[in-house]
C-alpha cells in the first residue's frame, strides 16, 4: 500500500525566511511518481512538480526548489524568500505508475501542511 | 482552456436527503476523477472515468455513491441517503492520456455540509 507522510502540520515564517516542508512516502512500487500540490483557499488544488521515480535531480523553479532523495524515501520542497502568496495548505502525493496509466493514476495525498507567510 | 467547472460550489442538507454534484473537466481531457476532502486531510481518491467507462472505484464509495459520465464528458456524483459523515469537499479532476504526463487538473470543488 502507498503512503504518504507530511510531518509537519502548520508552519508559520515571517516574509523573505525560507522554509523547507518535508515528505516522506512509502511504496512497494520500483516506478512512480511524486507531486507536490498547492491548495490556496479558493479550495483549487493547484500542480507545482512531479518527479518520477528515476530522476533523482534536484528541481530548482524561480524560488522553489525540491530535493528528492531516494535512499531516504524523501521529497521535500523549499521556498525560498517566502511571501505572503505563498500561504496556502501544501500537499505532497505519490502515484503509481502502471502501464496504462503512466503518470496519471489515482494520487495518494499526505494530510498536507499549512502554511502561514506573516508579513 | 476554462479549467475544471464544478457546480454547485457549496450545498447544505439534512440528513437522508439525497444530493448530485457536476463536473465538467477540461474539454479535452479523457480522463475524470473524484476525490473527497475531509478537513485536515489530504484528498482520497473516490473513482476515476476513462472517457465514459468507470474504471476503478475505491472502498470508500459505499453504495449510496454512485457516479456517472454518461457521454464521456461532464460527470455527476450521487449521495442517496446522505449521513453526516458524508461532510466533506467534494474535488473533480481530469487529465488526458493523450498528453504526455499531463498533470491533474483539479476544480475548486463542491462543499457538502449534512446537518
Known amino acids: 500500500a502507498q503512503k504518504v507522510t507530511q510531518a509537519q502540520t502548520e508552519i508559520s515564517v515571517v516574509e523573505k525566511e525560507d522554509v523547507t516542508l518535508d515528505c516522506v512516502y512509502e511504496t512497494r512500487d520500483t516506478t512512480y511518481y511524486l507531486f507536490w500540490y498547492k491548495q490556496p483557499p479558493s479550495g483549487e488544488l493547484v500542480f507545482l512538480i512531479r518527479?518520477?521515480?528515476?530522476?533523482?535531480q534536484n528541481e530548482i523553479s524561480g524560488r522553489y526548489s525540491w530535493n528528492f532523495q531516494k535512499s531516504t524515501s524523501s521529497f521535500n520542497f523549499t521556498i525560498t524568500a517566502s511571501q505572503v502568496v505563498d500561504s496556502a495548505v501544501y500537499f505532497c502525493a505519490l502515484s503509481e505508475a502502471g502501464v496504462f496509466t503512466g503518470a496519471n493514476s489515482k494520487l495518494t495525498f499526505g494530510k498536507g501542511i499549512t502554511l502561514s507567510v506573516r508579513p | 482552456d476554462t479549467g475544471v467547472s464544478q457546480n454547485p460550489r457549496h450545498k447544505i442538507t439534512k440528513r437522508g436527503q439525497n444530493v448530485t454534484f457536476r463536473c465538467d473537466p477540461i474539454s479535452e481531457h479523457n480522463r475524470l476523477y473524484w476525490y473527497r476532502q475531509t478537513l485536515g486531510q489530504g484528498p482520497e481518491f473516490l473513482t476515476y472515468f476513462q472517457n465514459e467507462a468507470q474504471l476503478e472505484k475505491s472502498r470508500l464509495l459505499s453504495d449510496r455513491f454512485s457516479a456517472e459520465r454518461p457521454k464521456g464528458s461532464f460527470s455527476t456524483l450521487e449521495i442517496q441517503r446522505t449521513e453526516q459523515g458524508d461532510s466533506a469537499m467534494y474535488l473533480c479532476?481530469?487529465?488526458?492520456?493523450?498528453?504526455?504526463?499531463?498533470?491533474?487538473?483539479f476544480g475548486n470543488g463542491t462543499r457538502l455540509t449534512v446537518t
Open positions: 518527479r518520477n521515480s528515476f530522476d533523482e
Open positions: 479532476a481530469s487529465t488526458s492520456d493523450r498528453v504526455m504526463l499531463s498533470p491533474l487538473h
